[in-house]
Structures are given as structure tokens and as C-alpha cells.
């Protein structure tokens, strides 16, 4: 038994037309909703991987810096530094005033 596609009446072309468009923007909304999960997971894993890298460097910066201070305050200064006078411009020292 052969199909016949002339006795099908317009409104069933159109019908059949409709599914078969819908069919191709499911397809299309599919495939973005894949990719958008795809590339939220990569951008997650290397936010994560950035974050990790700032946050040991950040980390060694302030290990490094608490060391050096440790260090500089148990060593002992073989001389006492003298005072220096600085010239001063009455009670603001190292201030040149100008004429208003």
C-alpha cells in the first residue's frame, strides 16, 4: 500500500511542518544548554586553579615577609645609631612654608 501525499490536506502539511521546526529548536536549545554546562564546569575548574595559584602566592608573600621581620628583630646592632637634626621650620619639622 503506497502513501499518497497529495490527498493530505494543507493544515496536516502545516502541522507536520510545526513538529519539525519545534524538533530543530529542541535540538539547538539542547546543544547551547550542553555547551553552557560545559563551559561553566572549564570556567569553574580554572577560576578555582587561578584561585588557588594568587592564594599560595599571596600566602608565601606573607610567610617570606613574616620571616624577614622575625629575622630583622632578633639581630643586634653592634652600634647606637645617633640622632640627626633635621632643619626645621618651627613646630612642623621638614615643612617648607611659603608665603600665603
Same mark, same amino acid.
Given at each position: 500500500?503506497?502513501?499518497d501525499?497529495t ?15 519545534? =524538533?530543530? &529548536?529542541v ?6 544548554a550542553i %555547551?553552557?554546562?560545559? /563551559?561553566?564546569?572549564a570556567? @569553574?575548574?580554572a577560576?578555582?586553579?587561578?584561585k =588557588?595559584? &594568587?592564594?599560595?602566592l599571596?600566602h608565601?608573600?606573607?610567610? %617570606?615577609?613574616?620571616? /624577614?621581620?622575625?629575622?630583622? @628583630?632578633?639581630?643586634?646592632i653592634?652600634a647606637?645609631?645617633?640622632?640627626q ?11 617648607? /612654608?611659603?608665603?600665603?
Amino acid at each position: 500500500m503506497d502513501f499518497d501525499f497529495t490527498a493530505l490536506e494543507t493544515a496536516t502539511y502545516v502541522f507536520i511542518g510545526t513538529l519539525a521546526f519545534a =524538533a530543530i &529548536l529542541v535540538a539547538f536549545i539542547a546543544v547551547a544548554a550542553i %555547551a553552557t554546562i560545559v /563551559l561553566i564546569g572549564a570556567m @569553574g575548574m580554572a577560576w578555582y586553579t587561578v584561585k =588557588a595559584v &594568587l592564594g599560595g602566592l599571596v600566602h608565601g608573600i606573607n610567610f %617570606a615577609w613574616d620571616s /624577614l621581620v622575625h629575622h630583622a @628583630g632578633q639581630v643586634e646592632i653592634p652600634a647606637e645609631f645617633q640622632p640627626q637634626v633635621s632643619p626645621s621650620t618651627g613646630s612642623y619639622s621638614r615643612v617648607a /612654608l611659603r608665603d600665603s
